[in-house]
C-alpha cells in the first residue's frame, strides 16, 4: 500500500485498485497495438477462456459497468411489453436509475418481498397469476442477484426452484452476477453448477468488483437471445473500441485462477469481520455472511463516529444499517482497526 494511501474505504468492492494479475495482463496488452472494437487476440483469447470456465459454449460480450450489462442484457431477453419479475431489492430496482427500463423501451419491473434478500418460486408464481389479462405487462423475465444484495447466496436446489417455476410460466432468468464470484467460492460451486446447469439463460458477471480496473462480462447460455447483441451494445455507448484493455484484465484473472482467489479472500475478510461484529454488545448483525458484505445494526452517533474517524461505508443499500463490503485486497489490520474503532465508539455511546 502506497504510504499516502489510508484505506478505510469498506463502501463497496468498487473501491479497491486493479489486483496484480488483471494489471499484468493488462500492461501485457498494452506493449503492442491491436485491432479495435473487439477484433483483436486479448477479446478472442478472453472469450474462449469464458467457454472454457464455464464448459459451455456460451456467447460473450463485454461492457463497462454492470448496470449497463444488466439493462441491456434484460432489454434483449423480452420486449417492452414484458415484466421482469426480481426482488424489492435488486440492484436493478433500487440503484439503476431507470436503466433496465430505459434500455427495455419500457418493460416494468415487478418486485417480491423474499427473506435474505432472495427470490423464491411462491413469490415469482403470486406476480405472475396475479392477473393474466392484456393490462397487465405480462411476465417473461426472472432476475437474481448472485451474490445478492444482502450478501447471501443462492445454493443450487434454490436456483433449480426458480427454474421449475420459470418453466411452468415460460420465463427466462437472467442472474445479477455483479458478485458471482463470490457466490462460486462461498458454495464453492463451478461456474457452470450456478449457472447453465440450473437453467440461467444470461449472467452479466462482474470483473469490476473482483480486481478488474472495470468491466463485466456479459455470458448468454441461451444464445438465441444474443442475436445482435454487439449492435445493442453499440446503440448504447457500451462497445469499447480498445476493448483489449477489458478482456485483457479479465484473461488475467481467468488464466490465473485470481477470479477465484479474489472472491474466497474477500469472503473469508468479510467473515472475519462478522465475527467479530458477533462479539461487539451493541452491534447486530443483519444477515447471514455468505459472501463479501456485511450489514450490521449500529447506533447512530457509532455511525457518526466510524465517518468523522474515515470510514467509508453505505446506509441506503438493502434493509437499512451499515454495509462493510470486502474486497481482494481487504486485510485483517484494517479490519482490526475497524471493529477496534466500533468497539470504541459503543462504549462511549
Ligand atoms: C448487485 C449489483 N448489481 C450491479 C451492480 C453494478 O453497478 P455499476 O453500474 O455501478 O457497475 C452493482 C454495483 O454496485 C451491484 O451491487
Known amino acids: 500500500m502506497a504510504p499516502h494511501c489510508s484505506p478505510r474505504f469498506l463502501a463497496s468492492d468498487n473501491t479497491s485498485g486493479i489486483c496484480p494479475e488483471a494489471l499484468d495482463y493488462l500492461l501485457e496488452a498494452n506493449a503492442c497495438d491491436d485491432l479495435a472494437y473487439g ?26 459497468n454492470g448496470t449497463a450489462a444488466n439493462s441491456l442484457t434484460l432489454a434483449a431477453m423480452g420486449q417492452s411489453y414484458h415484466s421482469v419479475i426480481c426482488h424489492e431489492l435488486a440492484h436493478i430496482e433500487t440503484d439503476e436509475c431507470g ?47 448472485q451474490a445478492t444484495e444482502v450478501g447471501t447466496v443462492y445454493d443450487r436446489e434454490e436456483l433449480l426452484a426458480i427454474r421449475t417455476v420459470a418453466d411452468k410460466y415460460d420465463l427466462r432468468v437472467h442472474m445479477d452476477g455483479a458478485r458471482f464470484a463470490n457466490a462460486c467460492a462461498s458454495l464453492e460451486a463451478t461456474p457452470a453448477e450456478l449457472t447453465w446447469q440450473v437453467g440461467v439463460d444470461a449472467l452479466c458477471f462482474s470483473g469490476t468488483k473482483n480486481g478488474l480496473p472495470m468491466g463485466e462480462a456479459v455470458v448468454f447460455f441461451n444464445r438465441e437471445l444474443a442475436e445482435d447483441f454487439d449492435y445493442r451494445c453499440k446503440q448504447a455507448g457500451q462497445l469499447a473500441s480498445k476493448m483489449r484493455f477489458i478482456a485483457a484484465p479479465w484473461l488475467g484473472l481467468l488464466e490465473t485462477g485470481a477470479w477465484l482467489s479474489n472472491a474466497s479472500h474477500a469472503n473469508a475478510m468479510a467473515r472475519y469481520l462478522a465475527d467479530g461484529l458477533r462479539g461487539l454488545p451493541g452491534a447486530e448483525l443483519m444477515f447471514p455472511t455468505q459472501a463479501n458484505s456485511v450489514f450490521v445494526q449500529l447506533p447512530p452517533p457509532v455511525l457518526a463516529q466510524l465517518r468523522e474517524r474515515g470510514w467509508t461505508f453505505y446506509t441506503f443499500i438493502g434493509a437499512g444499517g451499515a454495509r462493510f463490503v470486502c474486497a481482494w485486497n481487504t486485510t485483517v489490520e484494517l479490519l482490526d482497526t475497524l471493529l477496534a474503532d466500533i468497539r470504541q465508539a459503543l462504549d462511549a455511546s
Open 39 to 64: 477484433n483483436d487476440s486479448w477479446t478472442q483469447r478472453a472469450t474462449d477462456r469464458f467457454r472454457s470456465l464455464f464448459d459451455y459454449d456460451c456467447d460473450v460480450f463485454f461492457v463497462f
Open 99 to 145: 436503466g433496465p427500463e430505459f434500455f427495455s423501451n419500457g418493460a416494468k419491473l415487478l418486485t417480491s418481498a423474499g427473506r435474505h434478500g432472495k427470490l423464491n418460486a411462491e413469490g415469482i408464481e403470486q406476480l405472475v397469476t396475479r392477473r393474466s389479462d392484456i393490462h397487465y405487462p405480462k411476465p417473461r423475465i426472472v432476475s437474481i442477484t
